[in-house]
């Protein structure tokens, strides 16, 4: 079903396997099944999970179930709230605590390689998963790290040597919450006033299975799917009462971009971002959420009638919208279509069942934040590059493709060091000057990429758009660019400056777009902490 080149993946693998792993010693190929298959008797762990990749057949649409990749928990230590099962093909939703040393062994039961990774968190390189660390069926990796990140909403995900997008649309993919002592003293909703909303778009047959196509387009472009999951079901009506929420929201698609609005106006009201809450509640009148990247929402249902209906959608906007029409000529006119979004998409409604007499108020400050600038920065003569680029019909970074374990000089970076790095479009705000000039290039370069880099969280500096357009218009009230971020969305003729911690630990860590066809194409590059 799946059209994946396994041929070529090894290629890659052994032709990098004798030239870099004997430079660097201790980073071993995962070849060999011995990296951290066995726990370490001397952490001693307060919550311990088994945590298993493997294929399923589970209910998403009615009618035939659908062959998934799933991942399974089971909590061999720790409290009972550290897992919590969604129906569908998400794995279990790991409740943390700040603090807290986390085991988890995680299985490989998958008839192809795998390695997991933890979206957000911060943590040693053998912890991280990065694609070296893969494992075959039948092995096991074993993961111990403490929760260092704050309260927040992380994810877990397959991280796979270029097989991160087809893995993670077939399901294996997790939502992870933190909670802190500063979060505690909120009175934030909980329980049933806490919910998850993951958001996927995917594509089925007639058959109710997943249909993941790649053509020339879709490579480019990403993946779109037609139909909308939340938490892997589709027309998600959540029943509420008349109450406050808060709704942790991931978007967990491959590359659909979604701005999010809800559909009779009302403002929305961020409290968190990828790295945590807010310093203070924040007004948007929609929110532009890319792939991995989090929103956390209050919304207060009271007030209103039993029976109606509050819709959370996905609002039109304008992508690099000249992609389209005048490039139908030329070769690669099957970009167009541009990389917005026509209509309004409907992503969940939250019905009010049940009226209640009262609701918590919206806190005026949430957590203290130390705003990080220009200050703060370890050697303020140095800014490190990152350059989304194209060559040879693929998206690059810092005019490279991915290899496993290779930097470049301007990758590598001092340990606990805070560095200043700037995103941008090479060959400056190319995106939008080559409007129909010299051909495909410009226009391929006219996507929007959700940047994202591992290890700390970070801060934004600056946005800076070329020039004033219809379509950066439609998208530039979305952006949250006041909360700690590890995925940042850089439009069309965008550059944007961000604030980056390298602290604690070091050896390779991964940057990459998080549209995951543009990253299984090889949109990602390491740096090299030391
Ligand atoms: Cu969400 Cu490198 O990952
Ligand atoms: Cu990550
Ligand atoms: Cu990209």
Redesign the pocket.
């Known amino acids: 079903m799946m059209h994946i080149d396994y041929k070529r993946r090894q290629f890659l693998q052994y032709a990098t396997l004798g030239t870099i792993a004997a430079s660097l010693p201790g980073l071993a190929w995962a070849e060999s099944p011995t990296v951290n298959a066995t726990p370490n008797e001397a952490f001693k762990a307060d919550v311990e999970i088994a945590l298993t990749a493997q294929t399923a057949d589970v209910p998403i649409l009615s009618g035939a179930h659908t062959h998934v990749f799933k991942y399974y928990g089971k909590l061999i230590k720790g409290p009972q709230t550290t897992l919590k099962e969604l129906p569908g093909y998400l794995g279990p939703i790991l409740n943390f605590q700040q603090g807290q040393k986390v085991r988890i062994i995680f299985y490989n039961q998958l008839p192809e390689p795998c390695i997991t ?1 933890w ?2 968190m911060h943590m040693p390189q053998v912890m991280d ?1 990065h694609p070296m660390y893969e494992i075959r069926r039948g092995e096991r990796y074993v993961y111990e790290f403490e929760v260092k990140n704050p309260a927040g909403t992380n ?1 877990y ?1 397959s ?1 796979t040597h270029e097989l ?1 997008a087809p893995q993670v649309y077939q399901g294996l993919a997790g939502l992870i919450t933190i909670s802190d002592e500063a979060e505690q003293k909120l009175d934030l909703p909980n329980g049933e006033y806490d919910m998850p909303l993951v958001i996927q778009d995917r594509s089925f047959t007639n058959g109710n299975q997943l249909r993941y196509v790649l053509n020339m387009h879709q490579r480019m472009r990403g993946f779109l799917g037609d139909t909308i999951l939340v938490n892997g079901q589709e027309n998600s009506i959540f029943p509420v009462k008349t109450k406050a929420y808060r709704l942790r929201i991931l978007n967990g698609s491959n590359s659909r971009i979604y701005k999010l609005g809800w559909d009779d106006g009302t403002p929305m009201i961020a409290i968190g971002t990828d790295g945590g809450l807010l310093a203070k509640p924040e007004t948007f009148p929609y929110i532009m959420l890319a792939p ?1 990247e989090r929103v956390e929402l209050w919304v207060d249902f009271s007030g209103r009638k039993l029976g109606s209906d509050l819709t959370l959608q996905s609002l039109s906007y304008q992508g690099a919208g000249h992609m389209g029409g005048g490039m139908g000529r030329g070769g690669m006119g099957m970009m167009g279509g541009g990389s917005g979004q026509d209509g309004v998409l409907t992503i969940a409604r939250f019905r009010i069942t049940e009226q209640v007499s009262d609701s918590p108020k919206l806190p005026v400050e949430l957590v203290p934040m130390h705003r990080l600038t220009h200050q703060d920065i370890s050697n303020p003569g140095r800014t490190v590059p990152i350059a989304i680029g194209m060559r040879h019909m693929a998206f690059q970074l810092n005019g490279r493709t991915f290899e496993m374990q290779d930097y470049m000089e301007n990758e590598k970076i001092p340990l606990n060091t805070v560095q200043k790095i700037k995103i941008f479009h090479e060959g400056g705000m190319m995106g939008r000057g080559m409007r129909g000039g010299r051909g495909g290039m410009g226009m391929m370069m006219s996507l929007p990429h959700p940047i ?1 880099l ?1 290890g700390q969280q970070f801060q934004i500096l600056a946005r800076t758009q070329a020039s004033p357009s219809r379509e950066y218009d439609s998208v530039k009230d979305g952006f949250i660019n006041s909360g700690w971020k590890d ?1 940042v969305l850089v439009m069309p003729g965008e550059e944007v400056e961000i604030i980056k911690p390298f602290k604690d630990y070091a050896g390779l860590f ?1 940057y ?1 777009c ?1 549209n995951l066809e543009h ?1 299984d194409m090889g949109m ?1 590059r390491n740096f090299y902490v030391s």
């Open positions: 990774h979206h957000g998963g994810w995900h991280h991160t991995a994202h591992h995925t991964l990459h998080h990253e990602m």
